[in-house]
């Protein structure tokens, strides 16, 4: 499975961007996609998740109202939307795919080349 982000940007406190991951290769439409950010640090934490079909999403709490998770199967698509962003969400951003509805980055096999986000006050 192959992934690739875009749509990442520099924008103004209180901005939004939506960020697009995109899948290819064998049965890339039936893992989890995940979106991670890894800031200076060397540690990528998990931002949201999207079981493959759709219907289950998961945000982690302080994002939550702020970020939101979607697909499109029909073009191997994840999205994350992200409003009134902060400094705080400057970061690469990255998407991953999983066999498991999984929160974990270990869990996630496939990684594809982030995408960097950078908010300014």
């Known amino acids: 499975v192959q992934l690739q982000a875009f749509g990442g940007g520099s924008v103004q406190a209180g901005g939004s961007l939506r960020l697009s991951c995109s899948a290819s290769?064998?049965?890339?439409?039936?893992?989890?996609l995940g979106w991670f950010r890894q800031g200076n640090g060397a540690v990528r934490d998990f931002v949201c998740g999207i079981r493959w079909t759709g219907t289950d999403t998961y945000c982690i709490d302080s994002l939550k109202g702020r970020f939101t998770i979607s697909r499109d199967n029909v073009r191997n698509t994840a999205f994350l939307q992200m409003n009134n962003l902060t400094p705080e969400d400057t970061a690469v951003y990255i998407c991953?795919?999983?066999?498991?509805?999984?929160?974990?980055?270990?869990?996630?096999?496939?990684w594809g080349k982030g995408t960097q986000v950078t908010v300014s006050s």
């Open positions: 290769g064998r049965a890339s439409d039936t893992y989890t």
């Open positions: 991953a795919a999983s066999n498991d509805y999984e929160d974990r980055s270990t869990r996630y096999r496939y």
